[in-house]
């Protein structure tokens, strides 16, 4: 993967984000330290995806800033790519009208896009599906093919939204290995806690929007609000 | 697990036991264009003058349509409003040319103009989705027309203008110079479409139409290619409207009624939506439905239902065809050899 120009400290300072009287993030704050694989987990509604479109700027904070490399930022979806920050979908989103290989060939901005577009698809095992359309394609193949347009444009931040949903047991090992080797910065929302626990070198928790922990793989699996928030108070 | 076995697991990937598509290499769109403009020339030498004429005309549809494919199939705005262009760049080229009679200066004028109009439309079209933009540039297609009766001092209201011509060289008839005339803008306009979409550009425009937020994270300003896929899809419905004048001679807001408009609209879904080659069907449709419609109503004495019986074919066509070919008639010869392959 490209360090150069080099890796991006992305930081997210006081987020509150509200939806009329919902408070989807409340006072969330964020350090990314460049080439650092930080997961965001939570229950479901904790606020994850919310944090994933503010850095994205598909939702304006309530209040709260973000910095990129120390400036202010204000982000815009389509500046993300030229800044070097790829992200994924939850729900696979690719191009139903186009073949893999033009999915993936979108998100390469530059001359040489077919060409990275197929190294892309050979590094996430998928390039022999190049001239398929991914409508035709199993759910877990299309993931694939959404991380490979993610890794097209060299990020240097890469945002994974629930990666592994729909993959088996092997490919969530691959998986895992491909996000360590990818060598930059990773964000990470993931319910698949083996993963997460195993990638991560720091973990922001949220519940009910509110960050309640953030700390190493080790701090948080011991955190008892950690637990009362997946779990319930005890009895 | 050792750096040999994470190589192995990165890639163990499913055998899914589907018949993936091998990717196929298509000829360059200029080798395409000069064997479509041999065949065109080859004709006019063979058809009568009448057949030739039909031949011009289909060549100016043939701009029209390509833009509009592009626009529509490709970026997924649907215009209802490109007849009311395509009298845009007529009644340019008619001024222009009445002021200075220079062919290829009123040709530029015409595309300026539509320029800036598909520009202006396009600019509001990129804020609306769907019905919503169905309605403003049907909107466009009704309240264009009308203009010229606003400033009929210029337009000369529902008469229309002459289009004064300089006649064409003696040793080439009227109706074979059309022909050339109409096809050579029609070659260029195609070629320079297929040049842009086989390109970023295209994959750009399909990517918004397929999804936006999608689009937007692979680096899309969704807004500025929607208005630039509007602005060319403008340019060609220009030249269509330029070359219909220099073919009659004149222009009136009769020539470019809503029907029109719908169409277009209809004869690039027959063709193949999104398709050059669609486009190219659909341009052949536009002149030969009407005049088979026309040919049946003469035949059934009904001179009543003439004037709507064009729509009445148009409709049925598109029905007979999107049942038997969901993808238009440009999708027929892939689907036969899709048929051949499956059944050896």
């Known amino acids: 993967m490209s360090t150069d120009p080099p890796l991006k400290e992305l930081a997210l300072h006081n987020i509150t984000v509200r939806f009329g009287g919902l408070t989807a993030l409340d006072d969330v704050s964020l350090r990314v330290a460049p080439g650092r694989i930080v997961g965001v987990i939570g229950p479901n509604g904790a606020g994850k995806t919310t944090l994933f479109n503010v850095i994205c700027g598909f939702v304006n904070p309530t209040s709260g800033s973000l910095t990129l490399d120390g400036q202010p930022w204000r982000p815009r979806p389509h500046h993300l790519n030229r800044l070097g920050i790829a992200r994924t979908l939850q729900g696979v989103g690719q191009f139903a009208g186009m073949t893999v290989l033009e999915n993936v060939m979108v998100g390469a901005r530059n001359r040489h896009a077919e060409r990275e577009a197929l190294t892309a698809l050979e590094r996430c095992g998928v390039a022999r599906y190049a001239g398929a359309h991914p409508g035709a394609l199993p759910y877990a193949i299309r993931k694939r093919i959404e991380l490979a347009r993610a890794l097209v444009a060299k990020p240097r931040i890469l945002m994974l939204d629930e990666p592994a949903g729909g993959l088996d047991s092997d490919e969530i090992r691959w998986l895992g290995t491909l996000i360590k080797e990818v060598g930059t910065t990773v964000l990470l929302v993931e319910h698949h806690m083996d993963l997460v626990m195993s990638v991560c070198d720091e973990i922001l928790v949220l519940d009910f929007g509110k960050s309640i922990a953030l700390g190493t793989p080790g701090e948080i699996s011991e955190n008892p609000r950690v637990t009362e928030a997946y779990l319930g108070a005890p009895a | ?344």
């Open chain 2, 1 to 344: 697990m050792t750096d040999m076995q994470q190589k192995a697991s990165a890639s163990t990937v499913p055998e899914t036991g589907l018949n993936v598509p091998k990717r196929r290499r298509r000829p360059h769109p200029a080798l395409v264009i000069v064997a479509g403009g041999i065949l065109v020339v080859a004709l006019t030498y063979v058809l009568p003058p009448f057949r030739n004429y039909q031949l011009a005309t289909m060549g100016a549809y043939f701009c029209v349509t390509a833009g509009l494919t592009v626009l529509t199939g490709l970026n997924g705005q649907l215009s209802l409003g490109h007849g009311a262009l395509m009298a845009t760049g007529a009644y340019t080229l008619a001024l222009t040319q009445n002021r200075w009679v220079n062919l290829p200066l009123s040709f530029a004028v015409a595309v300026l103009v539509t320029t800036a109009a598909g520009a202006v439309i396009g600019l509001a079209a990129a804020r609306l989705r769907g019905p919503y933009l169905a309605g403003l540039t049907l909107a466009v297609a009704i309240v264009v027309p009308s203009v010229t009766s606003t400033f009929d001092e210029t337009f000369n209201s529902d008469q229309g203008l002459s289009v004064i011509l300089n006649p064409p060289p003696e040793t080439i008839p009227m109706e074979r110079w059309q022909a050339w005339l109409c096809w050579g803008a029609a070659l260029v306009v195609v070629l320079l479409l297929a040049l842009l979409i086989r390109g970023r550009f295209g994959r750009d425009l399909r990517a918004v139409r397929d999804d936006e937020t999608a689009a937007k994270l692979a680096g899309i300003n969704i807004a500025r290619t929607q208005v630039l896929a509007f602005v060319v899809s403008a340019v060609c419905a220009g030249v269509a409207g330029a070359l219909f004048a220099v073919l009659a001679q004149s222009v009136s807001p009769g020539a470019f009624p809503l029907t029109l408009s719908l169409f277009l609209v209809m004869a690039i879904v027959i063709g193949g939506l999104g398709s050059l080659f669609g486009a190219l069907w659909g341009a052949v449709l536009l002149v030969l439905l009407p005049t088979l419609a026309q040919s049946v109503g003469e035949q059934t004495g009904s001179q009543q239902l003439e004037g709507n019986l064009a729509l009445v074919v148009f409709g049925v066509v598109l029905v007979v065809v999107m049942l038997a070919a969901p993808g238009g008639l440009a999708s027929i010869p892939s689907r036969i050899s899709r048929l051949i392959r499956r059944n050896r």
